[in-house]
């Protein structure tokens, strides 16, 4: 735990707080930070549902379509086929070999250096890079059924030029010559907030000056459905209704996004735009007590949200806002608040006083890419001091108790005034297989206006 005695907004930074300087996202209806942030105050969903015709031609089958459980509804990610090989320099066929998770990170990448004004050249020390990215069909689907490129350029190098997990952090840091840790993270849907937990902890231990985190997902095919099953996790109506009483899952999406890291002392001494502050963060793994491999559990998320607040110095009742996993679905969304509520409980009585929501109700499930998603949301969110709506809300859940817990569901645009202090939030991120993530953010300190970038 930190120790300090330091107010708020003071001049002296807290040792061991990491600024996002930067910060990059591609996600479903948004190609920035920006536009993602217009949508999100806007309560615009980005999930589309697509017309026969469009299934059709993007592969699906007809008798698929006619099945009565086919959904057709999806996340779509616009561009993901477009990337400038010239400006990452790569000729046209090693273009063609690269993964589109590959090439998308690779332009987050840059975009978030790009936002936080610092391009490899201007840090002296090392950058490091932690990311991870999802399955990778494109390699089995479009460079696997092309036998001449194959035979060509052969299977091992195929594979090792840019199509395997193993590689997406590694060709970050050889095409913007970064020289700090280059880890490839692997979590399920936790990955890139765990990512983003490694980097503040390397940035800390000084194993590197700058950091660069995040993950990507790009479900190939794009542009189909999904057909619903029983108790399975995609939603049977094409939305996410987190929290609701009406929920029965999720929808998959494809997306992708990055934040630029730095020591906060750091930050504050070059005169960086800071997005927010990440106060303390912890990662952990339910372990075997609960229903089996696959199920969430209330005691490993509860624990992994108490080591987050104790890494951050920072008391249950300071926070405003909870981004939460919320996937929307049944089960899944009450032992997310229970074990919230379990964490909270350890330091306040205090009911309904911090709103919750999820960005999945927005652009879907990312996956991997999923928790720096909501980072970035959440860092949004502070920066515009406003709660964007968790949509498709309605009425709660019956299985969460919420009346008496500390949470309630921000189901509408809203100032962000602070209950206690400065604006602070948690972030949570789930992993299948049981590795949980939370960190706690704040917003940016104030400084005098001559020290201020005009950031939209």
Known sequence: MKTHDTPFN??????????IVGQSVCVPGANSATEFWNNLKNGIESITVLD???????????????DPNYVPSAALLQGFDQFDADFFGFSPKEAAILDPQHRKFLEVAWSAMEDAGHPPESINGPIGVYAGCGMGSYFYFNICSNPKLVDDVGMFLLRHT???????????????????????????????????????KALRERECDMALAGGVTIELPQGRGYLFKENE???????????????????FGSGAG?????????????????????????????????????????????????????????????????????TGTYLGDPIEVSALT?????????????????????????????GVAGLVKTSLALHHKQIPASLNYEAPNPAIDFDDSPFRVNNTLRD???????????INALGVGGTNAHMVIEEAPKREASEESDFP
Not at 10 to 19: E, Q, R, T, Y
Not at 53 to 66: K, P, V
Not at 233 to 246: E, K, Q, T, V, Y
Not at 416 to 426: D, V
């Open 52 to 66: 026969e015709q469009a299934l059709l031609d993007a592969g699906e089958r007809a008798q698929t379509l006619a």
């Open 162 to 200: 840019g199509n395997d997990k193993d590689f997406l952090s590694t060709r970050v840091s050889h095409v913007f010559d970064l020289h700090g840790p280059s880890i490839n993270m692997q979590t399920a849907c936790s990955t890139s907030l765990v990512a983003v937990h490694y980097a503040c």
């Open 342 to 370: 379990e964490a909270y409980r350890d330091s306040t009585s205090d009911v309904g006083y911090c709103s919750i929501g999820s960005v999945k109700t927005n652009i879907g499930h990312l996956d991997t890419a999923a």
């Open 258 to 326: 990055a934040v630029v890291l730095r020591r906060l002392e750091d930050a504050i001494a070059d005169g960086d735009h800071i997005w927010a502050v990440i106060k303390g963060s912890a990662v952990n793994n339910d372990g075997a007590a609960k229903a089996g491999y696959l199920a969430p559990s209330v005691d490993g998320q509860s624990a992994a949200v108490r080591m987050a607040l104790q890494a951050a110095d920072v008391a249950a009742d300071t926070v405003d806002y909870v981004e939460c996993h919320g």
């Open 416 to 426: 962000w005034t602070s209950h206690k202090g400065p604006r602070r939030a948690g």
């Open 10 to 19: 003071s001049d002296a930074p807290v040792a061991g707080d990491i600024a």
């Open 233 to 251: 996790i995609l939603s049977p109506d094409g939305h996410c209704h987190a929290f609701d009483h009406r929920a029965q899952g999720t929808v």
